[in-house]
């Protein structure tokens, strides 16, 4: 182990989120929206289940684990499991930092198997891993999770000339329909958990009116509403929340709910009032969330896991995968 590490709190890793979150910027490859403090911390209180947090910080980085049981089994995992999209090593060195993360789970015997997500396949901090690892314990591959990516270099127009002659001339026309049903937009500055607090009670109103409230698999109830509801309190105390609200009258009908991290805007949500199905209004949503981030000098919209209405809106895939260590 190149650095000492010491073991620190959940609340530490709060606090400091910023510094944690300049950590993951600064680790090559991985998802870090997805690794950085808003996404890990809002999963581990609302999604995990019972666990023991198992978290280091040294000068080589942090490690953001828990300790938990899951069947026969006690494994150390990633703060956020539940997509498998969080690394839970970050920092700039992957020599380092995996060599701390061995050392300091080998002096451990409370423990069966290590799942290590979020990790580029074949990638400097895999490798590192696999190297650091004891020769008598067990590893292999879990499952790989894709990302739909898309580029916004060159701004409004050139992110759409990538896109195909189908899907601009569809856009146009849906955009001609939404403001033909006097549908406007409204972008949505919070800055506190107040603020965050009141944007989400106006997302949650209209999911509870969209095709998926109606169906009980909205962002309005449950573990998931308690997951987008803390996420989006620690987004706003950084300044990262990005809402655009739609509008008819003044009535809220749709909504875009994502964040931003570094270059990167990550989208989360976006629904809108199930009598308006027929105007397309979720395409034209996205297409307002682009204009607004390619002003702010956004670089990358990543669209989340990979589904086939996402990959017209993506340059491609990005893929991660789980790395499991059995003792």
Not at 37 to 56: F, K, N, Q, Y
Not at 147 to 174: E, P, T
Request: charged fraction near 25%; include cysteine; hydrophobic fraction near 45%.
């Amino acid at each position: 182990m190149r650095g000492s590490m010491r073991p620190v709190g959940l609340d530490e890793l709060g606090r400091d989120a910023a510094a944690f979150d300049d950590a993951v910027l600064a680790t090559p490859g991985i998802d870090h929206f997805c690794s950085a403090s808003a996404w890990v911390l809002a999963a581990h209180a609302a999604l995990m289940g019972p666990r023991t947090p198992w978290i280091l910080r040294g000068d080589d980085g942090w490690i953001a684990t828990a300790r938990a049981a899951r069947g026969d089994g006690r494994f150390v995992e990633p703060l956020e499991l539940s997509w498998g999209l969080a690394c839970p090593l970050a920092g700039p060195d992957p020599a380092a930092l995996a060599e701390a993360f061995i050392a300091a789970a080998a002096a451990r015997d409370d423990w069966d198997g290590l799942l290590v997500a979020g990790l580029p396949p074949g990638g400097a901090l895999e490798r590192a891993l696999l190297r650091a690892l004891p020769g008598r314990w067990r590893r292999g591959h879990g499952v790989e999770t894709g990302r739909c990516v898309a580029s916004l270099d060159g701004g409004l127009d050139g992110f759409l000339d990538r896109r195909s002659r189908n899907f601009r001339k569809a856009l146009r026309a849906a955009e001609r329909d939404v403001a033909a049903a006097g549908v406007g937009f409204e972008e949505v500055v919070a800055r506190d958990a107040a603020a965050a607090d009141a944007a989400m009670a106006r997302v949650v109103d209209v999911e509870r009116r969209s095709w998926k409230g109606q169906a009980g698999v909205g962002v309005d109830q449950g573990p998931m509403g308690d997951f987008y509801a803390h996420m989006a309190r620690r987004l706003a105390a950084s300044g990262r929340l990005r809402l655009v609200m739609a509008r008819q009258g003044d009535r809220d009908v749709g909504f875009i709910l994502g964040g931003v991290l570094g270059d990167t805007y990550r989208g989360l949500q976006f629904s809108h009032d199930a009598r308006l199905r027929h105007l397309s209004l979720g395409n034209v949503l996205q297409r307002q969330q682009v204009e607004r981030l390619v002003a702010e000098g956004i670089r990358r919209y990543d669209l989340g896991t990979t589904m086939e209405y996402k990959e017209r809106w993506a340059d491609g895939p990005v893929v991660t995968r789980l790395l499991v260590v059995l003792r």
